[in-house]
């Protein structure tokens, strides 16, 4: 049993509540997963920089590490968000990966992605969820079935450029899909199977597939029980499998769409007295995008 939350916003100007409007989505989803929790926001690209979110030991000196590669850092308890020029990316994702005391957790221009061991409400407060603003995000509670209690498992996964997944239930064929997956490059740095279906979307999508049709795909490839929630650089998906056993509800109104695993995390969003609620159908695929 775990909680999702997912906000994806049609007003400008709810833009700078969006961080505190998902903290408390989030700590309401506590009962469903005590164990850990995370979130990914999407906020304002630097054009021409891209971001690194990097999980760093405690203690760890951003301000060295700024100077050392020339690029802006900003801190977040044990993580940091690295600007880059873009044309620099490949060059600092090199220098990252030979160095064992970081794990990148993210890469995009408009994507951070933050999670951690702990209550939802102690990890978005270590992370300065609340203050934070964006179009849109997505956020996960967990409680560790199959595995242990770490980071590392702990949700959103991101497996390409602003694409990250949170996912309830579980997939009976993932060693199947990770190993077709490994053969066409895609990475993974845990045995999680949420990991592979964020893994399957960032193939598709590489490949061409907008974010609807990767999702219509998954419907025939991955096997299993589940709900997905994704978010892209300018999208956001909802799909349940074709049994559809996990809870979840959604609100639409004139400002916003949001999804939860239960209707008390929506209770407190802005107008949802108004809102158009409804559980999303079995084996369907819902889709938002940004205005260019």
């Known amino acids: 049993m775990c909680g999702i939350a997912g906000l994806f916003l049609k007003n400008k100007a709810l833009e700078p509540q969006l961080g505190a409007l998902m903290s408390g989505m989030l700590n309401v989803l506590t009962e469903r997963g005590p164990d850990s929790a995370g979130f990914a926001i999407y906020g304002a690209a630097m054009p021409g920089y891209v971001k690194f979110t990097v999980r760093v030991p405690f203690g760890f000196n951003a301000a060295d590490l700024a100077l050392q590669l020339e690029a802006v850092v900003t801190e977040h308890d044990d993580h940091v968000v690295i600007s880059v020029p873009t044309a620099r990316a490949a060059e600092i994702q090199a220098f990252l990966e030979k160095r064992p005391e970081f794990t990148i957790v993210s890469i995009g221009s408009r994507m951070e992605l933050f999670k951690g061991v702990g209550l939802p409400e102690e990890v978005s407060a270590r ?166």
């Not at 590392?152 to 997956?181: I, K, Y």
């Not at 407190?268 to 559980?279: D, T, V």
């Open 127 to 292: 992370f300065g969820l609340a203050s934070m603003s964006g179009t849109h995000a997505i956020g996960h509670t967990r409680m560790a079935t199959e595995s242990a209690v770490t980071t590392e498992g702990a949700h959103p996964f991101s497996t390409g450029a602003d694409q990250c997944l949170v996912h309830n239930g579980s997939l009976s064929n993932h060693n199947d899909v990770r190993r077709s997956l490994v053969r066409q490059g895609i990475k993974f740095a845990t045995q999680n199977d949420t990991e592979v279906a964020a893994g399957y979307l960032s193939y598709k999508l590489r490949e061409g597939a907008k974010l609807d049709e990767a999702l219509t795909s998954a419907l025939n490839d991955l096997d299993g029980f589940y709900n997905f929630v994704v978010g892209t650089e300018s999208g956001f998906g909802v799909l349940r499998d074709p049994v559809s056993c996990k809870p979840a509800v959604m609100a639409e109104t004139g400002d916003y769409v949001a999804f939860a695993s239960e209707y008390r995390a929506l209770a407190g969003l802005p107008g949802i007295e108004a809102a158009r609620l409804f559980e999303p159908e079995p084996a369907k695929v819902y889709f938002w995008e940004r205005a260019a």
